[in-house]
């Protein structure tokens, strides 16, 4: 398997602008996780799925922030309209039980 | 929610020597701690986890320790080795396949 895969693995873009992050768990991996780190707060979780179902959002910081997983191989993290704080690196991660195995990461700076 | 305590934030020891991190996490009902090291640019990978019905778990030059009446696990690194330096999260959840609350993280440093 090829692991997680996310795409971009870097992304600029202007202030206002749309941003949408993808990923692709593993295979047979029915929990999938997105993440985001910054320098200031660490790795924090967003929202996470079971079975393509969104179980807990409580950590989308606001309204610009969305996520969908429309089937069990692709899920996306959209912001609208982006901001220069939203600049960090957006982890997804899948997992079967316990261990959680993370992507590489979307690299986003807000200009 | 849960809340992770990671110390220190910066860690520096001569090659060779033993390393240790400590965390402290808020929720009793968290019962699945694992820990990533992240090298820079790089993903976090997981390099050993334990569960709360174990008090240590070893993996060669690694160990955890979970002290569940204390709320807190331990790290620790043995004959430390320069490929050991990355930063290093610690993480509790409350088992299954719950999202993560990972500690602020800890700068590992090996001196040659």
């Known amino acids: 398997d090829a692991g997680v895969i996310q795409s971009p693995r870097h992304e600029v873009t202007e202030m206002g602008q749309e941003v949408t992050l993808r990923c692709k768990p593993i295979?047979?991996?029915?929990?999938l996780f997105w993440y985001r780190q910054t320098m200031m707060r660490g790795l924090e979780l967003l929202i996470y799925f079971n079975n393509n179902v969104p179980i807990d959002d409580s950590g989308m910081p606001e309204d610009r922030f969305s996520a969908k997983m429309p089937n069990a191989s692709f899920s996306t993290l959209k912001i609208q309209p982006s901001e220069p704080r939203d600049s960090a690196v957006y982890f997804c991660a899948s997992s079967e039980l316990n261990e959680q195995f993370f992507g590489p990461g979307t690299r986003l700076t807000v200009l | 929610g849960e809340n992770v305590e990671q110390h220190p934030s910066t860690l520096s020891v001569q090659e060779g020597d033993s390393a240790v991190i400590k965390c402290t996490y808020s929720?009793?009902?968290?019962?699945?701690f694992p820990w990533y090291k992240q090298e820079l640019g790089k993903r976090p990978q997981l390099i050993i986890d334990i569960r709360s019905n174990v008090g240590e778990k070893k993996d060669q030059r690694i160990a955890v320790t979970l002290n569940k009446t204390a709320k807190h696990f331990s790290l620790h690194i043995t004959e430390t080795q320069p490929e050991d330096s990355a930063v290093y999260f610690c993480?509790?959840?409350?088992?299954?396949?719950?999202?993560?609350?990972f500690g602020k993280g800890t700068h590992l440093i090996i001196q040659p």
């Open positions: 929720d009793s009902a968290s019962n699945y």
């Open positions: 993480a509790a959840s409350g088992g299954g396949a719950d999202g993560l609350t």
């Open positions: 295979s047979g991996h029915d929990y």
